[in-house]
C-alpha cells in the first residue's frame, strides 16, 4: 500500500458545483492536438504521444461525473481507484508554514501530488524529512516548487503533465493581452459601476494590430501564443536559447534576437514565457526595464519570481511599463497586501491559467496514468520526466538547469 499526498486548492467558497454550464468536450482530436502536431520539431510531442493522451482524455472523460477536480472535494478524481487498489489518499489543502498539514503528513509520504496554481514547495529541507517519499507528481506542467537539485540527490524522481495545459495558458496570455492594450478591464469597471465615461475608457485604449510584440521563450506555449498574434497582424519578435528553425520563422515572420536585452528595445509588448530556475530568476529585473520602450506591456504567465518586485514597481512609476498582467505570484497563494493586487492598471489574475475546466480534464487523466504505471511498475513515458534518478530527464532536460 503506497501513502499518496495530495495537495490541492481550497474548494469554491459557495461550495462544490452540483452542475456545470456545459458538457466537456468529448476528445482532444481537432485543433488543440492538431497545433501541437505543428510545432517546431524541437518542441513538437510525438504522434504516438497525443494519441496515448487523447484516449486517456476520452476514457477520463467519460468515467467522471465531475469536472472541478483540483480543488479538495474533487480529488483529482483519484479516490475511487486508490480505495479500489488499497492505497491511502491524503487530500489537503493547507501547505505552507512549519505546522501545515503538508509538513504533518509529507514524512510518511510515498508520492507527494501537486499543482503549479497551488503549489506544495518541496525545499531542500522538506526533503531531507521525506524519508519516504520517491516521486513526486505535478499534475499540470511547471515543476520549479520541487527543489530538483535536492531530487536529483535524494534519489526523488519528478514528472508532470508535459503539454497538457499549453494552450489554455496561451489562450490567457492573449486575453490579458488585448485586455492590457485596449484598457479593458478598468473601462468593465466603469460600465459595472454605473459610469458612463467614454473619454475615460479610450483615454488609454489602443489599436492592437502593428504593434510589435515580444516572446521572452517561443517554447509550447509562446510559440501558441505568437501563432495566435500573428492573425492580429502584430509584428513578431522573440528570444531564447536555440533559435527556431528558418522556415518556422519565415511562415510566421519571427524576428529573433539573441537576449532579452536585445529584444526590449524592438517590443511595444514583452510577454515571457520560460520556467523558473536559478538562472530566470529576477531575469526582469532594473537593468531590463531600462532597456525597454516608454509605455511597454508586460505579460507574466510563467513564474511570479521572474518579475523582481520593486523593479516592476519603480519601472511602472517611471512611465516604462504601461500595464502589467500576471497570473502567476510569488509566493502563492499571494497575500492580501501583496503589491501586485492594487498595482495601478494591471491584469492580474490568482493562477488559473492552466487549469480551466478543459485543462484539468488534460492534466488529471495524466496524472492518473503517471501514479497507476508507477505503482504497477510500467514505465512512465519519457517526456513526463522532469527529474529521473539523479539527472534531469525527458523534459526536465530540455526546459531546466540545476
Known amino acids: 500500500m503506497a501513502k499518496i499526498l495530495c495537495v490541492l486548492y481550497p474548494d469554491p467558497q459557495a461550495g462544490y458545483p452540483p452542475q456545470y454550464i456545459r458538457e466537456l468536450q468529448p476528445s482532444l482530436k481537432g485543433p488543440y492536438a492538431n497545433e501541437l502536431l505543428n510545432l517546431p520539431e524541437k518542441i513538437r510531442p510525438t504522434e ?43 487530500v489537503i489543502s493547507n501547505k505552507d508554514g512549519k505546522n501545515s498539514d503538508f509538513d504533518k503528513y509529507l514524512p510518511e509520504a510515498d508520492i507527494v501530488i501537486s499543482q503549479p496554481f497551488w503549489p506544495a514547495y518541496l525545499t531542500k529541507e522538506r526533503l531531507q524529512k521525506a524519508k519516504n517519499l520517491k516521486l513526486a507528481i505535478t499534475a ?20 508532470e503533465a508535459t503539454g497538457s495545459n499549453s494552450i489554455s495558458v496561451a ?45 521572452v521563450g517561443a517554447g509550447r506555449i509562446g510559440f501558441a501564443v505568437l501563432k495566435r498574434l500573428k492573425a492580429f497582424d502584430c509584428e513578431l519578435h522573440y528570444t531564447q536559447r536555440t533559435r527556431l528553425p528558418e522556415d518556422v520563422e519565415k511562415e510566421y515572420g519571427l524576428i529573433f534576437h539573441k ?33 525597454m520602450n516608454r ?12 518579475v523582481d518586485m520593486d523593479a516592476l514597481a519603480k519601472a511602472q512609476k517611471e512611465g516604462k511599463i504601461a500595464a502589467y498582467a500576471g497570473d502567476v505570484w510569488f509566493p502563492q497563494p499571494a497575500p492580501a497586501d501583496h ?46 520526466y522532469i527529474v529521473k534518478g539523479h539527472e534531469l530527464s525527458g523534459t526536465g532536460a530540455k526546459s531546466y538547469q540545476l
Not at 506542467?141 to 524522481?157: F, M, Q, T, Y
Not at 536585445?262 to 531600462?290: C, G, Q, W
Request: net charge negative.
Open 171 to 215: 489562450e490567457h496570455i492573449v486575453m490579458m493581452t488585448l485586455s492590457l492594450v485596449r484598457n479593458y478591464l478598468p473601462s468593465h469597471a466603469l460600465a459595472v459601476n454605473g459610469v458612463w465615461n467614454i473619454a475615460d475608457c479610450v483615454s488609454r485604449s489602443y489599436d492592437i494590430a502593428n504593434m510589435r510584440f515580444g516572446a
Open 259 to 291: 537576449t532579452p536585452e536585445d529584444m526590449a528595445p524592438h517590443v511595444d509588448i514583452i510577454s515571457a514565457h520560460l520556467p523558473l530556475y536559478p538562472a530566470t530568476r529576477h531575469l526582469f529585473n532594473e537593468k531590463l526595464f531600462s532597456k
Open 339 to 384: 503589491p501586485w493586487r492594487t498595482m495601478p492598471f494591471n491584469g492580474m489574475t490568482p493562477h488559473m491559467s492552466g487549469t480551466s475546466l478543459t485543462a484539468q480534464a488534460r492534466y488529471t487523466s495524466i496524472t492518473h496514468e503517471i501514479l497507476k504505471n508507477f505503482l504497477t511498475d510500467k514505465p512512465i513515458p519519457e517526456d513526463y
Open 140 to 159: 499540470g506542467i511547471g515543476s520549479d516548487h520541487v527543489d530538483l537539485k535536492a531530487a536529483s540527490e535524494r534519489n526523488v524522481s519528478v514528472v
Open 295 to 306: 509605455g511597454t506591456y508586460l505579460i507574466n504567465c510563467s513564474r511570479g519570481e521572474l
Open 48 to 90: 504516438s504521444l497525443l494519441e496515448h493522451q487523447e484516449a486517456l482524455y476520452k476514457h477520463f472523460v467519460k468515467e467522471q461525473d465531475n469536472q472541478l477536480l483540483g480543488c479538495v472535494s474533487g480529488k483529482l478524481g483519484l479516490e475511487k481507484w486508490c480505495h479500489e487498489n488499497g492505497h491511502e489518499l491524503i
